[in-house]
């Protein structure tokens, strides 16, 4: 069996999924190399070397893998401050070693702005109206303020504030969500403003669907659709956070959708990366996951809602479980330029995370239901250990934001641990994942029970279904 050295660098659950699919090949004997942000219980258990670098800076990930150089075929990375700071160029300057990655000058990721000139120039029709602001080109408040009010007459009032770039101000901001006057948007809108430019966009309303790619540079394959759960707690009430989980049905296209709108999004896909390419001239700067869409469907058709350059968390977990083909090769495809049809099994599957009381501001909205003696406490995963050793195929545990002191799993301040379960159906696949998650005890860890739930798929669809009746 041929002997292959990967460097993938992780940052959570995502990339033990990565992990686990890497590992899983048939074809190769897989050397792990990890850069790693902590002592991840499930890399620290699979990597030849684990190297931790807390803040995963590109100067010393560059420098693990130069040391390395003679045992690595390629590195895989999954979190977006690598990639958006250029880690592939620097590793591809410095050594000999593929990335699979975006190059920096096309991890778009990094700037709202250059996304929506981006999609203006290639899916004028799927790019919501927008406005931005810079300010350079303004003396005081009142003349931006003058601006924004102005814009907001023409959006009436239905807005989303976007900063260009992640800033020590309040971020996104939603109408309806974040805000509900024009007086609040305004403050949300100068607490990013006093950092850099501003997006003022068009609120979309429908149904989300996440759709990722993976590429050569040259060709893309289109991955199976996904629905991700952004809001803290059940009933999609609280703060948007990273995501509490995601599904995917046992076809490619989600439930609330049809395959003609499966179809439109790989068409609209196709469209944008072919245009892109062509106005790169490089076949292999779009390598990896340089397309995980954000797609809003809508009354008017599919909208975009933003891209990013690198695999989804959580959605890229509810897919790679279920690709049948050996996963090296087909990294080796994207490397090599030779990426074909990727075959996946008939299967739905549901990803619950369980996460910190810190998390998703539910230690303020909850406290009579948190045990103070425990929230400090150990993590145990041994049952779900237990159940994936039993079922494998069935459930998959993916440690994420957790390290390992003293022997003992402590959960960090992020989404500490992700379960996906795997079914027949989308309600099989949701009871894997919550008998899993209810089988990890310590922490005060906490987790959403609504996930895929049948009511709300049933809205999704329902919600669908009205908008096309008003289309």
């Known amino acids: 069996m041929e002997k292959v050295g990967i ?3 992780s940052y959570g659950s995502r990339e033990s999924a990565i992990i686990d699919a890497l590992k899983r090949s048939e074809n190769y004997l897989v050397k792990l190399y990890i850069a790693d942000r902590q002592r991840n219980p499930f890399n620290e258990k699979l990597a030849f070397k684990h190297a931790i670098i807390p803040d995963l800076n590109s100067k010393d990930i560059c420098k693990f893998a130069k040391t390395n150089e003679n045992e690595l075929d390629f590195v895989f990375v999954g979190p977006e401050k690598p990639i958006i700071e250029g880690l592939r160029d620097l ?4 050594t000999n070693i593929p990335v699979l990655s975006p190059t ?31 300010p350079k080109d303004y003396m005081n408040k009142e003349a931006v303020k003058k601006d924004v009010y102005s814009w907001l007459d023409q959006l009436d009032n239905q807005a989303v504030v976007k900063p260009d770039k992640p800033t020590a101000g309040k971020g996104v901001g939603v109408w309806g969500d974040h805000f509900f006057t024009r007086e609040q948007l305004f403050d949300h809108f100068l607490s990013n403003f006093q950092y850099g430019s501003v997006l003022i966009e068009e609120k979309i309303d429908g149904e989300e669907s996440s759709f990722q790619i993976f590429s050569d540079g040259k060709h893309i394959i289109p991955l199976p659709s996904v629905r991700d759960y952004k809001r803290a707690f059940n009933g999609d009430k609280g703060p948007n956070t990273g995501g509490m989980g995601s599904y995917k049905d046992i076809s490619d296209h989600l439930p609330f959708l049809t395959s003609k709108d499966r179809d439109n999004e790989i068409s609209l896909a196709c469209r944008i990366f072919n245009k892109w390419k062509e106005k790169i001239g490089d076949n292999s700067a779009l390598r990896g996951v340089p397309l995980y869409l954000a797609f809003m469907h809508s009354k008017h058709g599919i909208k975009i809602l933003e891209n990013n350059s690198r695999p989804g968390d ?11 083909d050996d996963f090296v090769d087909i990294c080796f495809g994207m490397i090599n330029q030779t990426l074909k049809n990727i075959r996946f099994k008939k299967a739905a599957s549901v990803l619950t995370y369980k996460v910190p009381p810190n998390y998703g501001g539910y230690i303020k909205t909850f406290p009579e239901l948190v045990n103070k003696k425990t929230i400090n406490g150990p993590i145990d995963l041994s049952k779900v250990n237990s159940l994936m050793e039993k079922n494998h195929n069935r459930i998959r545990v993916y440690p994420g934001s ?20 795997i079914g027949n159906t989308i309600e099989e696949a949701r009871q894997i994942s919550l008998e899993g998650i209810n089988a990890i005890n310590g922490g005060a860890l906490w987790n959403r029970i609504d ?5 709300h798929i049933q809205k999704s669809i329902d919600r669908m279904n009205l908008l096309r009746s008003n289309a």
């Open 7 to 9: 460097l993938v660098v």
């Open 91 to 94: 590793i591809e300057q410095r």
């Open 104 to 134: 920096k000058d096309n991890a778009i990721e990094g700037s709202k702005i250059e996304q929506r000139m981006l999609f203006k120039e290639f899916a004028p029709e799927s790019n919501p109206r927008f406005m931005i602001f810079n």
């Open 314 to 324: 959580p959605e890229i977990m509810n897919i790679l479980p279920l690709i049948k």
């Open 402 to 421: 957790m390290e390992i002191r003293d022997s003992e799993i402590f959960a960090l301040r992020s989404r500490a641990v992700a379960v996906l379960g």
């Open 451 to 455: 996930i895929a739930s049948k009511e």
